[in-house]
């Protein structure tokens, strides 16, 4: 049972195109993780989100978090063939066990 | 190279066999998780260790799944009995360098179950 729900669930763009991927939660999180996975390879960290409200920007990546803590979204500017892969968010709860939501599949065409 | 080796990468057993995968994480005295991923979903929390401690094991785990971490260093997950609904990647991860709230995964261990 994913307690962290991802829409959508595949998206599919042309490169060049702006896309954004969301992730909410009933629980409130001590904070929010977004990583990205490639076929064959463990998930990677890409921004840890811990304040609500808060806006974190990595290159053409943006990441906000939610003012009560229980949403967050992914925004990428100008895709790349690159960005394509399975992109997950992640609570860190009060015990520090870490729960992923079921992704979302972003492919970048050329 | 995450500092998280996985072995074997690959396992194809028949159905009712017994299966261990191992995790070697870089550095011990930190925590260490186990997820299984299914194609196209997230990874499905299992279970962690703080040092050779299992501090939490998930209930959605049946008693054919058991893992420990002896010496708090590397870490094994047996699956007995296996059944073709265990078919999935098995996916070690640690905390710890860079920060204790950053996983870092290893590449998996992939199961089928024929």
């Known amino acids: 049972t994913q307690l962290l729900e991802q829409s959508p669930q595949f998206l599919s763009i042309q490169e060049g195109e702006n896309l954004t991927v969301y992730c909410n939660s009933s629980?409130?999180?001590?904070?929010l993780q977004w990583y990205r996975q490639e076929p064959g390879e463990g998930p990677v960290l890409l921004v840890t989100?811990?304040?609500?409200?808060e806006v974190k920007k990595l290159k053409r990546l943006t990441f906000q978090f939610g003012d009560a803590r229980k949403d967050s979204s992914l925004h990428i500017t100008a895709a790349q063939t690159g960005d394509t892969g399975l992109y997950l968010c992640?609570?860190?709860?009060?015990?520090?066990?870490?729960?992923f939501g079921a992704g979302t599949q972003v492919v970048v065409t050329p | 190279d995450t500092g998280v080796s996985q072995n074997p990468r690959h396992k194809i057993t028949k159905r009712g066999q017994n299966v261990t995968f191992r995790c070697d994480p870089i550095s011990e005295h930190n925590r260490l998780y186990w997820y299984r991923q299914t194609l196209g979903q997230g990874p499905e929390f299992l279970t962690y260790?703080?040092?050779?401690?299992?501090?939490?094991k998930s209930r959605l785990l049946s008693d054919r799944f058991s893992a420990e971490r002896p010496k708090g260093s590397f870490s094994t997950l047996e699956i007995q009995r296996t059944e073709q609904g265990d078919s999935a990647m098995y996916l070690c991860?640690?905390?710890?360098?860079?920060?204790?709230?950053?996983?870092?995964f290893g590449a998996g261990s992939r199961l089928t179950v024929l």
């Open positions: 989100v811990v304040t609500g409200g």
């Open positions: 260790f703080q040092n050779e401690a299992q501090l939490e």
């Open positions: 629980s409130v999180f001590s904070s």
């Open positions: 992640a609570g860190i709860d009060s015990w520090g066990k870490f729960q």
């Open positions: 991860a640690r905390t710890g360098n860079p920060g204790a709230n950053v996983l870092t």
